[in-house]
T-cell receptor, first 120, second 107 residues
Framework: EVLLVESGGGLVKPGGSLRLSCAVSGFPFTNAWLSWVRQAPGKGLEWVGRIRSKGEGGATDYAAPVKDRFTISRDDSKNTIYLQMNSLKTEDTAVYYCSTELGWGGGDFWGQGTLVTVSS | DIQMTQSPSSLSASVGDRVTITCRASQGIRNDLGWYQQKPGKVPKRLIYAASTLQSGVPSRFSGSGSGTEFTLTISSLQPEDFATYYC?????????FGQGTKLEIK
């Protein structure tokens, strides 16, 4: 069974930092491209970014609203990806999901999401 | 960035109705489009990928069509469990972009 489990969400003040984790099991992590998607309360879905496999250099891509503030990384020894979020803004408040690469024909798997609230 | 425009933004329908949701891309995306269903408090679930390929396990009353800039999701006979919000997603280029959603409600 494919499982993605996020953790690390919580309440943080504007300007603060938070690191989310996503532990993956049930499929070959080493070759996987993985993404973060967020959803603000009552709003639609927004792609945050992705990390490619180590074999493809582990390169990352980001949406404009988070570029230069958020960093995605991976630890293949732990089958885990991370989302380091710095300089957080109130508009970053959302449920953050990790997922397999959007559009991947091999399947579409999401975690249950973790809520990040940015508020003073 | 490619903009995805869904219509309608909300829709009231009855069990047994045939329903169509449209998604238009601001530029051609070949068939690099998926459709998702999301129920309140739940994780999005992909129904269709590559514009018209039914995800394994999804009922055959769901179908997708289109290519280029115009796409449709059709539910042939609405069931009670289909009342949800539907999103299209383009994965032709970065940034990946979703439509704004179509909320399907019970009439």
């Amino acid at each position: 069974e494919v499982l993605l489990v996020e953790s690390g969400g919580g309440l943080v003040k504007p300007g603060g930092s938070l690191r989310l984790s996503c532990a993956v099991s049930g499929f070959p992590f080493t070759n996987a491209w993985l993404s973060w998607v967020r959803q603000a309360p009552g709003k639609g879905l927004e792609w945050v970014g992705r990390i490619r496999s180590k074999g493809e250099g582990g390169a990352t891509d980001y949406a404009a609203p988070v570029k230069d503030r958020f960093t995605i990384s991976r630890d293949d020894s732990k089958n885990t990806i991370y989302l380091q979020m710095n300089s957080l803004k109130t508009e970053d408040t959302a449920v953050y999901y990790c997922s397999t690469e959007l559009g991947w024909g091999g399947g579409d798997f999401w975690g249950q999401g973790t809520l990040v609230t940015v508020s003073s | 960035d490619i903009q995805m425009t869904q219509s309608p933004s909300s829709l009231s329908a009855s069990v047994g109705d045939r329903v169509t949701i449209t998604c238009r891309a601001s530029q051609g995306i070949r068939n690099d489009l998926g459709w998702y269903q999301q129920k309140p408090g739940k994780v999005p679930k992909r129904l269709i990928y590559a514009a018209s390929t039914l995800q394994s396990g999804v009922p055959s009353r769901f179908s997708g069509s289109g290519s280029g800039t115009e796409f449709t999701l059709t539910i042939s006979s609405l069931q009670p469990e289909d009342f949800a919000t539907y999103y299209c997603l383009q994965h032709n280029s970065d940034p990946r972009t979703f439509g704004q959603g179509t909320k399907l409600e019970i009439k």
